[in-house]
């Protein structure tokens, strides 16, 4: 951070020119009283601090409790060329907003500068606890740009992909229904298979994909009962086929905050892995706990189980501990990473137990309100 280079404590004024405030200009010397002279430990330990808030990458702008003196570091410096009409106006907003923290308002602000060229600058203020007021501030012009295309790839690509794989489906639906029993029936019966297993890989890569560029887009209180009847819901014709009863054995009404539509995806994708992994006719259990403030969710199945070695891998995509075993279920090996981002996402996690020959429990975390 911009400071003197004597051993007095350093001091920038909010001095003004063409009716802004002057960035972060230095103070005329001034005699300073004793009190303000640093020893020698003092003078290194500031130094040593004016060195750390130099070498971050985000930009930190500090106001006295008073609102007369202003600090910043290299990164808050370099954001706009001095004196330019951006400049200016970032100097302005972002002393408004440090005056509005030091009277209680803080929070996160995004701003615009430029016409020809917009660059958009991320602003969190915070109270400190000497009275002042400090900002973090980041130019996110390219983060955002990056999400734009991240967002018209997933848009572009769903429907390149989707359309036809839809068509392939339909003309193997065809052909198996004229043609009965015959060899051809079967070989378009198995293109039909494949199809519907890119299908769902395809959908899979999509839900990660708008997952990961989104992150966390609503932020609302949910409760967990509903999640789970409606997770339930989804997996229940696949769980019918198979002759396995889904038991909710505990639900207690908590709630969460986060999106509605990712935990329920979460969920369900839980439920339907351990379906797909159960035996014809057995039981997949579902119990929803509290525990030290968080929400707890287990799905468990009495199915081949997972040996140890695997375990620390099956939240990774696309793998599978056992190739030819998730073909014939028609897993795609994404499901388990989309719980898992889903979780991170809601400041929780997910972890899996087995044993193999008895079955394997996985279990969502999630803060609890």
Same mark, same amino acid.
Request: overall charge negative; hydrophobic content about 40%; proline content about 2%.
């Given at each position: ?208 994909? $708008? !997952?990961?560029?989104?992150? &966390?887009? =609503?932020?609302?209180? *949910? ?5 789970? +009847?409606?997770? /339930?819901? $989804? !997996?229940?014709?696949?769980? &019918?086929? =198979?002759?396995?009863? *889904? ?5 207690? +009404?908590?709630? /969460? ?113």
């Amino acid at each position: 951070m911009k400071g003197t280079d004597s051993r007095h404590a350093g001091s920038f004024t909010s001095g003004r020119n063409e009716g802004c405030m002057t960035w972060l200009k230095r103070k005329d010397a001034e005699p300073i009283s004793p009190v303000h002279q640093l020893s020698e430990e003092e003078f290194q330990s500031l130094s040593r601090i004016n060195a750390t808030m130099d070498a971050l990458p985000l930009g930190v702008v500090v106001m006295s409790s008073d609102g007369t003196n202003m600090w910043s570091n290299s990164a808050a410096d370099i954001l706009f060329t001095p004196q330019s009409d951006d400049h200016i106006l970032f100097v302005e907003s972002l002393e408004g907003l440090l005056r509005e923290a030091l009277n209680g308002t803080i929070g996160q602000t995004e701003l615009e500068f430029g016409e020809d060229v917009v660059r958009t600058i991320e602003i969190a203020t915070v109270a400190l606890a000497d009275g002042g007021a400090a900002a973090i501030v980041e130019d996110v012009t390219q983060r955002l740009m990056i999400d734009r295309v991240r967002t018209d790839f997933v848009a572009n690509i769903s429907h390149e992909l989707r359309t036809p794989i839809g068509a392939i489906s339909l003309m193997a639906e065809n052909l198996i229904a004229e043609m009965g029993e015959s060899e051809s029936a079967r070989l378009a019966e198995i293109i039909l298979n494949e199809v519907t297993r890119l299908n769902e890989t395809v959908n899979d890569l999509l839900d990660l994909a $708008r !997952i990961e560029f989104d992150g &966390l887009s =609503k932020r609302e209180s *949910i409760h967990t009962a509903r999640v789970i +009847d409606e997770a /339930v819901g $989804r !997996i229940r014709s696949a769980a &019918l086929a =198979k002759s396995v009863m *889904i038991v909710v054995e505990d639900n207690p +009404d908590m709630s /969460v905050i986060g999106d509605r539509a990712q935990l329920v995806s979460a969920v369900g994708n839980l439920i339907d892995n351990a379906v797909k992994y159960s035996d014809q006719g057995s039981i997949v259990k579902v119990e929803v706990r509290r525990e030290e403030g968080r929400m707890l969710i287990s799905v468990a199945d009495n199915g081949p189980g997972i040996a140890a070695e695997h375990l620390g891998r099956v939240f990774e995509r696309f793998y599978r501990v056992d190739d030819a075993r998730s073909r014939g279920t028609g897993g795609t090996g994404l499901g388990l990473a989309i719980v898992r981002h889903i979780a991170l996402l809601h400041g929780g996690d997910a972890s899996v137990t087995s044993e193999v020959g008895v079955g394997s429990t996985f279990t969502l975390s999630i803060p609890a309100v």
